[in-house]
């Protein structure tokens, strides 16, 4: 069966804030300690979609595998043109090509809306599946800020990893 990248809707909200409240919980690819609740959640998506950002959800036989979404890199207009991903799929998913399908159809979406530059920020050094598929997907490794986060007994880094959208930096954006 193949997976279908979609624009993830409300009703999809309990299924996307379980499968984050499991990487909160069991993992080290968010830096948050508790896992918000489904209205904060759905707030955070809204907020998201109502910048034109967006937030897609990988479904397989009517079930949510995973969920990603693009934002603002930084707030500041001179990173308008530069948005970061993040990508969580539920563990019983992994390897399943979920994770690879939301990031293709991601960055080919934030490309049609005019994106230049997709910047990863993967939460723990350790992280080799993420770090994979985004090598896979074309980014590359640009640094890692070592010792930032304090999470499950250790000291965690961030692996930042970047790759051009369009026409990247060769023209002006418009």
């Known amino acids: 069966m193949t997976v279908l990248i979609r624009p993830a809707h409300d009703e999809d909200m309990d299924a996307i804030t379980a499968i984050y409240a499991d990487a909160v919980l069991n993992g080290t690819a968010s830096f948050e300690l508790e896992p918000p609740d489904v209205a904060e959640m759905t707030a955070r998506r809204a ?3 109502e910048k034109g950002f967006p937030y897609l959800v990988a479904e397989r ?3 949510i595998l995973g969920y990603a979404y693009a934002g603002a890199y930084r707030p500041r207009p001179a990173y308008a043109f530069t948005v970061e991903d993040s990508i ?6 992994h390897r399943s090509g979920a994770g690879r399908a939301l990031l293709a159809k991601l960055i080919s979406v ?5 994106f230049r530059q997709m910047v990863a920020v993967i939460g723990d050094s350790l992280s080799a599946p993420s770090i994979g598929l985004h090598q ?4 590359v490794h640009v640094g890692t800020v070592r010792n930032v986060g304090f999470k499950k007994g250790r000291w965690l880094d961030q692996v930042i990893m970047q790759k051009s959208l369009g026409d990247g ?5 418009v």
Do not use: Q
């Open 47 to 49: 907020a998201l979609i």
């Open 61 to 63: 036989a009517d079930r």
């Open 88 to 93: 969580y799929v539920a563990p019983d998913a």
């Open 110 to 114: 934030c490309e049609e809306k005019g």
């Open 136 to 139: 896979a997907m074309g980014f």
């Open 169 to 173: 930096a060769t023209s002006t954006p």
